[in-house]
């Protein structure tokens, strides 16, 4: 079974599209994350999520919106998606409070706005 | 604000060869993470360390706090290991902050 799961792998969508990747995790963590790793390959955290609460907001456009139904899931939201948002995006999830523990990571939603 | 250093950026090796990879910080921080990303583009969590050395299989670890800096080490390499080593450093509860990475290829 894998142990963070995303949904869909690939995204290919036109600008001005609303659109919702989603994130699992069946490790029994606490806490989940969203990173967006840019065409340089820099990754860098967008939100963070702690049973359900949000931790950490970076200064992400209001148009990404997470939501986390249950401490299982953080899924993604983005609307009026624009050509700039075009990135792979990570979902992971680890046992305790932000980088104390090692994260386990999904395999990755390549966004490509067109 | 913390920044994180890796080196090389670029790596090439012949298979059987040890490897090192550096990372360098500015700041003090709490724990530093070193993650592989596979040519598929998953990512794995190799190690987390604050102090001292880790080690798993031929891979190594080491911190040293006061000079502000690590290194991972593969010994034997093979060319399952090519992928990009990227290390991030841990600041309290701040997010992670990473490294650029450096992609090695391991050749036979």
């Known amino acids: 079974d894998t142990a963070v799961s995303q949904t869909p792998k690939y995204l290919v969508t036109q600008m001005g599209n609303d659109k919702s990747i989603k994130c699992e995790q069946n490790?029994?963590?606490?806490?989940m994350y969203w990173y967006k790793q840019d065409s340089k390959k820099f990754l860098k955290i967008m939100f963070s999520y702690n049973n359900k609460e949000l931790i950490i907001n970076e200064t992400v456009p209001n148009r990404f919106s997470p939501k986390s139904p249950d401490k299982a899931h953080l899924n993604l939201h983005i609307n009026s998606l624009e050509l700039g948002d075009s990135a792979v995006y990570f979902c992971?999830?680890?046992?305790?409070?932000?980088?104390?523990?090692?994260?386990?990571f999904g395999q990755g939603t390549r966004l490509t706005v067109v | 604000k913390n920044e994180v250093e890796q080196s090389p950026q670029n790596l090439t090796a012949q298979e059987g060869e040890f490897i090192t990879i550096n990372c360098s910080y500015s700041v003090g921080i709490s724990a530093l993470h070193w993650l592989q990303q596979h040519p598929g583009g998953g990512i794995v969590s190799l190690f987390m360390?604050?102090?001292g050395k880790k080690k798993h299989g031929r891979l190594i670890a080491t911190i040293n706090i006061q000079e502000k800096h690590s290194s991972l080490h593969i010994t034997a390499s093979h060319p399952r290991d090519s992928a990009v080593y990227i290390c991030a450093a841990q600041i309290g509860n701040t997010p992670l902050v990473f490294g650029k990475g450096t992609r090695l290829s391991v050749i036979a």
């Open positions: 490790l029994g963590h606490d806490t």
């Open positions: 992971a999830s680890s046992p305790e409070g932000v980088g104390r523990t090692e994260a386990f």
């Open positions: 360390l604050s102090s």
